[in-house]
């Protein structure tokens, strides 16, 4: 061989650039099987390594993590415990809802564990800007995940009622689906109890789960009996919050005079096969929110088309939506790819995926839009973009909250958590408790 060729193709080696390992980024994702909101995941992610070539992404589901506990979110809180009690940091973004923080707050007996050992967006150039006027200008976006702002608020969630037209019509009920009140409410359990008895079948007023989100109905009566937005939603006691509180009680206790007010199966029945019952005319309405299209695409494509979203009951008037605006992904703080997750972080903040996302999942979002606020265009016949058009256009100047707990009513640090509080709503809808010796238990537990 020509020794001159050798020694160019020795130098040529020796000098040109060798490729860096590329880095792994690992990805704790969320909405696995919930239709396009997974889709958009998939999206972002692709996004993120074309445009950083240096990195790939180990995208998990958090539903796919294994670990302690029976529950997927509980799972994910010891996961982040053991990564902050070991100091080995397995996932550089991780799934980190309210539940979640609130889960891992409990474990480490710290409710301000965000501050120590999440990332701060607000720290980081470009956030701030990126996020709505009200989740910025508002202490409670902060306040609920230690001080600090967690990641981008892309979710945004509108509790409701569900119904199906093919229930309503094989009953002769005939549901409002805007402006409906807590008498017509009623009216409908006695007229589902009537069919009942009348045809011998036993079709459940509500349909449950056992993770269910009976409270934000609760709540959405209860603000009902007020024309103060800023009162209900301040977590301090005032001695006309509890009578209403009872009086929303009684509500519920008046429902158990229908029976079947739930199914049975509620404190054992997965939320997906809840959701496939209800609709295949499993009952007259589901307690749940506007996360539910997604949910529905996922679980039934085949029929998702039968759930229609209606808005809560009011006493007196409407008086703001239940709902809430939170991150899905937060960065732990020691991570040893943190600037990366930040960035794959941001990518959520941009105005394109705001866009995309009401557009998917026909939810609202608390991330500014290229036209300021994202919305949807009126299509014909598009129930679910109906209902999140009509929702924000009269509500949306009122500040929108779910407590989970009645905080609302008693204020912060209360001994009643959330899991207590939905399961004790359900025995007084069963019949098996009654509202008044619930309230006056309840009172006598605070005051100790």
């Known amino acids: 061989m020509d020794r001159k060729y050798v020694f160019w193709v020795t130098l040529l080696v020796l000098v040109l650039p060798v490729p860096l390992p590329a880095g792994q980024l690992n990805w704790m994702g969320h909405w696995k099987g919930e239709d396009k909101r997974e889709l958009l995941v998939y999206e972002v992610k692709k996004q993120y390594e074309f445009l950083h070539p240096e990195m790939t992404v180990n995208l998990c589901f958090d539903v796919d993590i294994e670990g302690e506990g029976e529950y997927y979110k509980m799972k994910v809180a010891h996961k982040i415990v053991e990564m902050i009690r070991t100091g080995r940091i397995e996932w550089d973004i991780v799934f980190c ?20 050992h999440l990332v701060d967006f607000a720290t980081v150039p470009g956030f701030l800007a990126s996020q709505k006027d009200f989740i910025v200008k508002t202490p409670y976006y902060r306040e609920r995940m230690g001080g ?9 969630i509108v509790f409701c009622l569900w119904t199906t037209r093919q229930v309503a019509e094989k009953t002769g009920i005939a549901v409002k689906e805007r402006g409906m009140t807590s008498d017509d ?19 459940p007023f509500l349909h449950l789960s056992s993770f269910n989100r009976i409270e934000a109905l609760f709540e959405y009566l ?28 009684e509500i519920f206790e008046q429902l158990s005079h229908y029976q079947p007010v739930i199914n049975a199966d509620w404190r054992t029945h997965d939320w997906r096969n809840c959701e496939r019952d ?30 229609i979203p209606v808005e809560l009951p009011y006493v007196k008037q409407p008086n703001g939506l239940v709902g809430h605006f939170v991150n899905a992904f937060a960065v732990m703080k020691k991570s040893p790819n943190r600037q990366a997750a930040i960035d794959l972080s941001m990518m959520w903040a941009e105005p394109e995926i705001a866009e995309k996302w009401v557009e998917y999942t026909r939810n609202p979002t608390g991330i500014r839009g290229n036209l300021q606020e994202p919305v949807l265009g009126r299509v014909a016949g598009d129930v679910y973009g109906d209902f999140l058009y009509d929702m924000e256009l009269q ?4 500040p929108m909250r779910n407590f989970r707990a ?12 959330e899991e207590k509080f939905r399961n004790d709503l359900v025995l007084i809808l069963e019949g098996k408790l009654k ?8 009172v006598r537990q605070i005051r100790q």
């Open 435 to 442: 509202a008044r010796d619930y309230y006056q238990a309840l």
């Open 395 to 398: 509500y949306s100047t009122l």
């Open 148 to 156: 600090i702002f967690a990641g981008p608020h892309v979710e945004g």
């Open 185 to 203: 409410f009623l009216a409908y359990a006695r007229a589902l109890a009537a069919y009942n008895k009348e045809h011998g079948t036993f079709i």
């Open 406 to 417: 009645p905080t609302y009513v008693f204020g912060k640090g209360i001994p009643v958590g």
């Open 97 to 116: 809802d309210l539940p979640v923080y609130n889960h891992v707050a409990d474990l480490l007996n710290d409710p301000l564990w965000g501050r120590k």
């Open 278 to 307: 209800f609709l295949d005319g499993g009952s007259l309405f589901l307690p749940g929110g506007t996360y539910m299209y997604s949910h529905f695409r996922g679980v039934s494509p085949q029929y998702y088309q039968n759930g």
């Open 222 to 249: 209860f603000k009902s009996q007020f024309s103060d937005p800023e009162f209900v939603i301040q977590e301090k006691y005032d001695q006309r919050k509890a009578e209403a509180f009872l009086a929303t009680l």
